[in-house]
């Protein structure tokens, strides 16, 4: 498995590229403790990203989207919602489509997070 980096993130999620690096490289240690490659297989450096992504957003970086009273619109958190609920956040879903579907492939379940 390659070292993802900030860019690889950025791809997927060019919301956060004003994103400092300092915490960039935060963010992919902690990401990359949650990844094992043997289950995840070629898909770990995308469930890497997503993940982290995941994470950045749950933290309050990114960009929100409110309506015109001022509420966040679906699929976007506010800073202040620090959830890990993987269904808060559309990086959260892609994270864990892939993780179902490499617990599938390894023949068994993966961790729960």
């Known amino acids: 498995m ?4 900030k860019a690889d993130c950025i791809a997927i999620a060019p919301e956060f590229t004003t994103v400092a690096d300092a ?7 902690q990401s ?14 995308m ?12 933290m309050g970086f ?3 989207v409110y309506d015109n009273t001022g509420k ?15 269904d808060a956040t559309v990086y959260g879903r892609a994270y864990q ?8 492939a390894a023949g068994g379940l993966v961790w729960a997070e």
């Open 2 to 5: 390659a070292a993802l980096v």
């Open 32 to 45: 990359l403790s949650r990844i094992n490659p043997a289950i995840y297989g070629t898909k770990a450096n």
């Open 23 to 29: 915490t960039w490289t935060l963010f992919l240690a």
């Open 72 to 86: 966040v619109t679906s699929g976007n958190l506010t800073p202040a919602d620090e959830s890990d609920d993987f």
């Open 62 to 64: 990114g960009v929100f």
């Open 47 to 58: 469930a890497q990203a997503y993940l982290t992504c995941h994470l950045l957003k749950t």
């Open 97 to 104: 489509k892939i993780q179902r579907e490499c617990s599938v």
